[in-house]
């Protein structure tokens, strides 16, 4: 097992008090497996990601475990997570993209962030190059500033620097979200192809679009206002999600080639609650449509099917009473039917924004 997180927490201070951004979350990431983790924005997603390599000054570890290639990553200890940073594990920031010094080539970009890690350029400089021959970057990309670059060779760039000294772990933070349909495409591709090239051993991709994810994720996590609400492989997520947020965030996404006018988006009434002061229980009871008496609880993360971890009362009962069954059997045979879990949405995501514009 690649990375091992138990029960972490991590909040902001502020002057209104601690927003808790990630309350209480455990999951694992598997050798191999890139992970797609997605979610409505605010909802912590970022600093789950964040935590993992740098907590920052207002960034407060409340408490929980991390633990990565089965040692534990001291991730409140700035000074040991030092030795940590890109050689265990890395992250592409959200927005790195535009935050690249302008007055910086990319060579000298490279060689100040490998001498913050005790590493000189010239000793990686043949496999950096190589590397970017292999993502289509001009030879000469080391001579050249961010700005004479494309927000696709950008990103590139960013990809080939911050997994030089192949890391265990790496944490992609929206990195196709401000390219185009096609550069989107090829930088998740790109992803893909660091895995199986034994760049990285596992990842972590962070963005709003599902519809990448189905494309490259091997499994899909969703948090929700700071916690987790759904876990599985990314077909049963697409195809049959149980967790009510899960299917209202599919819900809302368009599809290709069919008319507003035949297929209204619903989008999802309502907004998170404030991670100040989280009401109790159910973080979405206030939007979700299957809301009941028992949902003033706080349903836990349970493993529901074999891979299938959920946090919902209705999805733990449906499983109970029989859609569980349902469930495994549809996803054995790709016609079969969703179970009442699924309310209905139309084609997979294949059809939807990502796939259908192929
Ligand atoms: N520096 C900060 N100080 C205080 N609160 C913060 C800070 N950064 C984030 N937050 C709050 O923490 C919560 C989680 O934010 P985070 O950026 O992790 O969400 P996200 O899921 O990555 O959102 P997005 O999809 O917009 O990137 C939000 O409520 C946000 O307002
Ligand atoms: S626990 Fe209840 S409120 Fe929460 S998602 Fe499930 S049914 Fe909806
Ligand atoms: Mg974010």
């Known amino acids: 097992m690649s990375l091992s997180v138990e029960n972490l927490r991590i909040a902001y201070r502020t002057l209104r008090g601690d927003v808790q951004a990630v309350d209480g979350v455990t999951f694992a990431v598997a050798d191999r497996e890139i992970m797609g983790l997605a979610g409505e924005s605010g909802c912590g997603k970022s600093t789950l990601g964040n935590s993992l390599i ?22 409140s200890d700035d ?3 030092n ?33 913050s890690r005790g590493m000189k350029l010239a000793k990686v400089l043949p496999e950096f190059r190589r590397r970017v021959a292999l993502v289509g970057l001009p030879e000469n990309v080391l001579e050249m500033y961010p700005f004479e670059l494309s927000g696709g060779m950008r990103q590139r760039a960013t990809m080939v620097i911050s997994t030089l000294l192949n890391p265990s772990l790496l944490i992609a933070d929206e990195v196709t979200s401000a390219l185009d349909v096609s550069n989107q495409r090829a930088v998740g591709e790109l992803l893909t192809e660091f895995r199986d090239l034994g760049y990285v051993k596992s990842m972590i991709v962070i963005t709003h679009d599902l519809s990448i994810l189905a494309q490259i994720a091997d499994t899909i996590m969703v948090m929700y206002a700071g916690k987790l609400t759904e876990k599985a492989s990314a077909s049963t997520m697409i195809d049959k999600p149980l967790h009510p947020y899960t299917q209202a965030l599919l819900s809302s996404l368009p599809e290709v080639g069919v008319r507003y006018e035949d297929r209204e988006l619903t989008g ?6 404030s991670l100040l002061s989280p009401p109790p229980g159910c973080r979405f009871r206030e939007r979700c449509p299957f809301a009941y008496d028992k949902c003033v609880e706080d349903p836990p993360f349970m493993e529901l099917l074999p891979g299938h971890q959920v946090a919902c009362w209705k999805a733990a009962d449906d499983v109970a009473g029989g859609a ?15 179970g009442d879990a699924s309310p209905e949405r139309g084609p997979s995501l294949g059809a939807r924004a990502g796939k259908g514009a192929e």
Not at 55 to 74: N, Q, S
């Open 54 to 75: 740098f907590i920052e000054g207002r960034m407060k570890h409340v408490g929980g475990t991390v633990e990565l290639d089965g040692k534990a990553l001291p991730i």
């Open 79 to 81: 000074r040991a997570m």
């Open 83 to 115: 030795h940590h940073r890109m050689r265990d594990v890395s992250i592409i920031p959200q927005y790195a993209m535009s935050a690249l010094n302008p007055t910086k080539k990319v060579g000298t970009l490279a060689h100040d962030l490998l001498k």
């Open 268 to 273: 999802i009434p309502g907004r998170p609650p």
């Open 324 to 338: 569980g069954r349902e469930h495994n059997e549809a996803s054995a045979t790709p016609s079969g039917g969703a």
